[in-house]
């Protein structure tokens, strides 16, 4: 195992619902992402977090919310999605967003729209 | 933009064949990695080559880089059926608050037969 553990590890939801993707890092990192990763496209940056604070948002669509309560969880609040969001969203952790970091994904949480 | 694209997008060999995969870039990189991905699951680091560096090894794995030609190259040797997977290059981006975060291309999906 990585050290990052996701869950759930597959969600299925209807374009009303609301839902939430946890992530949790036993690693002791400071830096923590969520990337979503869609057949045939390359991985997609969507947030990182230093240290609790944001340090990126890649043009990110409002229905996706992040929250990061410590560093050692991260959250993805999901509300009405569209079928085009389905997609495996991947979190990973680093212990810093430098140089030469190494990242450490969990095993994802596969998320289907309906 | 800055990711990697990895070429070729599928290889099948046979098994104790070897196996290469590339991946080219656009700007200069302070370092290029490479991660795996089994079927559904996380991505893995294999390695990691500074652009001072030309190769590195690391078991039955090699990489070279070549910065004049913003290229990378990783070779399995003797590949074995646990071998599947795929394999992506990440190149660093600089974000405008001084952070490096890894940027994946669409990864080489390595088929390897018994």
């Known amino acids: 195992e990585t050290g990052v553990t996701q869950t759930p590890r597959h969600l299925v939801m209807g374009m009303t619902n609301k839902k939430s993707l946890k992530c949790e890092q036993h690693l002791g990192h400071n830096a923590m992402y969520w990337y979503k990763q869609s057949a045939k496209k390359p991985l997609e940056l969507m947030f990182v977090?230093?240290?609790?604070?944001?340090?990126e948002n890649n043009s990110v669509p409002s229905r996706f919310s992040p929250e990061c309560p410590n560093s050692s969880h991260l959250f993805l609040h999901l509300h009405t999605l569209q079928p085009e969001d389905s997609a495996l969203y991947l979190c990973a952790s680093s212990q810093d967003p430098g140089i030469e970091e190494k990242l450490f994904f969990g095993s994802g949480t596969q998320l289907s729209v309906l | 933009s800055q990711q990697g694209e990895e070429d070729p997008q599928a290889l099948s060999i046979q098994e104790g064949e070897n196996a290469t995969m590339n991946c080219s870039y656009k700007t200069s990189i302070n370092n290029l990695q490479w991660y795996r991905q089994n079927s559904g699951r996380g991505l893995v680091h294999l390695i990691l080559?500074?652009?001072?560096?030309r190769e590195k090894h690391s078991g039955r794995l090699r990489v070279t880089l070549d910065t004049s030609k913003k290229s990378s190259s990783l070779l399995i040797t003797a590949s074995r059926a646990a071998d599947t997977a795929s394999y992506f290059c990440a190149t660093d981006r600089v974000e405008s608050g001084g952070s490096y975060i890894p940027t994946f291309g669409r990864g080489t999906s390595l088929i390897v037969h018994p």
């Open positions: 977090y230093s240290l609790e604070e944001r340090v």
């Open positions: 080559i500074r652009s001072n560096e």
